[in-house]
Nanobody
């Protein structure tokens, strides 16, 4: 069982930056692929980024590539999402998710555990 708690969301102007954190419980954090997803009002949840268990491989949605960076610190049981050059269309609730196993997933149903979400609002 893994419990995930996100933090770091907030209100930022377009062009600004935020860093989200997701703290995980449990001693086997390094055994999980970690992902970030987001859901904007009236829209379906979408994949944002994922990172392999070792942190050696990262994956991004086309809409955030080059602006967002996912990273993890297995010693701290934490995964991060650094977001730069934020746009109003990045406004959403951002969710951290964990997937057991080695294969990275890009769909929400592939993940086993979810955090409660943190709101990110980008004003124009």
């Amino acid at each position: 069982q893994v419990q995930l708690v996100e933090s770091g969301g907030g209100l930022v102007q377009a062009g600004g930056s935020l860093r989200l954190s997701c703290a995980a419980s449990g001693r086997t954090f390094s055994a999980y692929v970690m992902g970030w997803f987001r859901q904007a009002p009236g829209k379906e949840r979408e994949f944002v980024a994922a990172i392999s268990w070792s942190g050696g491989n990262t994956y991004y949605a086309a809409s955030v590539k080059g602006r967002f960076a996912i990273s993890r610190d297995n010693a701290k049981n934490t995964v991060y999402l650094s977001m730069n050059s934020l746009k109003p269309e990045d406004t959403a609730v951002y969710y951290c998710a964990a997937r057991q196993g080695l294969r990275v997933g890009f769909e929400g149903h592939e993940y086993d555990y979810w955090g409660q979400g943190t709101q990110v609002t980008v004003s124009s």
